[in-house]
């Protein structure tokens, strides 16, 4: 699976957006980006995946360039409770294909 | 989205013992689960892939006979630790790929586990 690069931090204030950045220049063409998020000491949670075309769904959008290379998570209106580890994997759907995490980006949300 | 659970969330178990930890697809048949251990403030590293009615995958490092995997059915996959040393005091984390879903092989976390050997 490509690698990806992501800021190891960033601060958001409260309903404001919160756009994570994402570079997957190596991503190959049945590599599907997925974004997952760890809230401290909680498992992962699944926030959203595409392959090539802009996703859209309850809890952030998912923003992927033409060339693949890079994408954008966004938090429409970002809370307190959105603080979290944000992770973006490049993974191709198959049956044994895993997720191998980085080290994400920390997303501080303030008041 | 769909839902895994684990079981225990937290245990202490004494140096020596053994302590198994369960993992469970609520809502959907999960032919492939993974298990995953977590230092504190470190990523997430991936330890063995559990496929249903075979043997599980290990990643290299990880010892087969120390890990023990059993993924017995289709909804169930269990890790047991044995002979827990202290250094194996860690948040274990499992997942489970839903093959069908509205998300097609997405795959889905449990809460994760604490374990603290003493």
């Known amino acids: 699976d490509a690698k990806t690069t992501q800021p190891t931090s960033m601060d958001c204030a409260e309903g404001r957006a919160a756009n994570l950045p994402c570079n997957h220049s190596?991503?190959?063409?049945?590599?599907?980006v997925y974004w997952y998020r760890q809230i401290h000491s909680q498992g992962p949670q699944y926030i959203i995946h595409?392959?090539?075309n802009n996703e859209t769904n309850e809890m952030a959008s998912l923003i992927i360039t033409e060339d693949r290379k890079s994408s954008t998570l966004i938090l429409p209106h970002a809370t307190l409770r959105d603080t979290a580890v944000y992770y973006c994997?490049?993974?191709?759907?198959?049956?044994?294909?895993?997720?191998?995490f980085g080290t994400g980006t920390r997303l501080q949300v303030t008041l | 989205g769909a839902v895994v659970s684990q079981h225990p969330s937290w245990v202490i178990c004494k140096s020596g013992t053994s302590v198994k930890i369960e993992c469970r697809s609520l809502?959907?048949?999960?032919?492939?689960m993974f298990w995953y251990r977590q230092f504190p403030k470190q990523s997430l590293m991936l330890m063995a892939t559990?496929?249903?009615?075979?043997?599980?995958?290990?990643e290299q490092g990880v010892e087969k006979d120390k890990f023990l995997i059993n993924h017995a059915s289709l909804t169930l996959s269990t890790l047991t630790v044995t002979s827990a040393h202290p250094e194996d005091s860690s948040f274990y984390i499992c997942?489970?790929?839903?093959?069908?879903?509205?998300?097609?092989?997405?795959?889905?976390f449990g809460e994760g586990s604490w374990l603290t050997v003493v």
């Open positions: 997942s489970a790929r839903d093959p069908i879903g509205h998300s097609g092989n997405t795959i889905y």
């Open positions: 559990s496929n249903e009615g075979s043997k599980a995958t290990y």
């Open positions: 595409g392959l090539k």
């Open positions: 994997i490049v993974r191709v759907t198959g049956t044994a294909s895993k997720l191998t």
């Open positions: 809502d959907f048949q999960a032919t492939t």
């Open positions: 190596t991503i190959s063409g049945n590599e599907y």
